[in-house]
Nanobody, 127 residues
Framework: EVQLDESGGGSVQPGGSLTLSCTASGFKFSSYDMAWFRQAPGKEREGVGRSSLSADSTRYADSLKGRFTISRDNAKNTLYLQMNQLKPENTAIYYC????????????????????WGQGTQVAVSS
């Protein structure tokens, strides 16, 4: 059974940091492009960042560059998202996703390119 289990969400004040983790099982993690998406209340799901198979290539939503860092540990079947300088507008449910395609272009942010999804973890940024 394929599973993606996110953890690490929570409540944080503006300017704070959080690190999300996504542990995968049931498929060959190292053969899948991985990404983080998020969905804020009343908004569509959007791409946060994407990691290539070996993490030698990453991409981010323009608004998050420099503050968010995506990484992966294939030996642990785990994807990470380090989030710094958090803002209230970063409040959302964060999901990890896996794709059996190599997503080199802008399509990394298309949710329909992904085969598997986690249940999500809530991140709330407020003072």
């Amino acid at each position: 059974e394929v599973q993606l289990d996110e953890s690490g969400g929570g409540s944080v004040q503006p300017g704070g940091s959080l690190t999300l983790s996504c542990t995968a099982s049931g498929f060959k993690f190292s053969s899948y492009d991985m990404a983080w998406f998020r969905q804020a209340p009343g908004k569509e799901r959007e791409g946060v960042g994407r990691s290539s198979l070996s993490a030698d290539s990453t991409r981010y939503a323009d608004s998050l560059k420099g503050r968010f860092t995506i990484s992966r540990d294939n030996a642990k079947n785990t994807l990470y998202l380090q989030m710094n300088q958090l803002k209230p507008e970063n409040t959302a449910i964060y999901y990890c996703a896996a794709s059996d395609h190599v997503l080199l272009g802008a399509n990394w942010g298309n949710q329909y390119e992904y085969n598997y999804w986690g249940q999500g973890t809530q991140v709330a940024v407020s003072s």
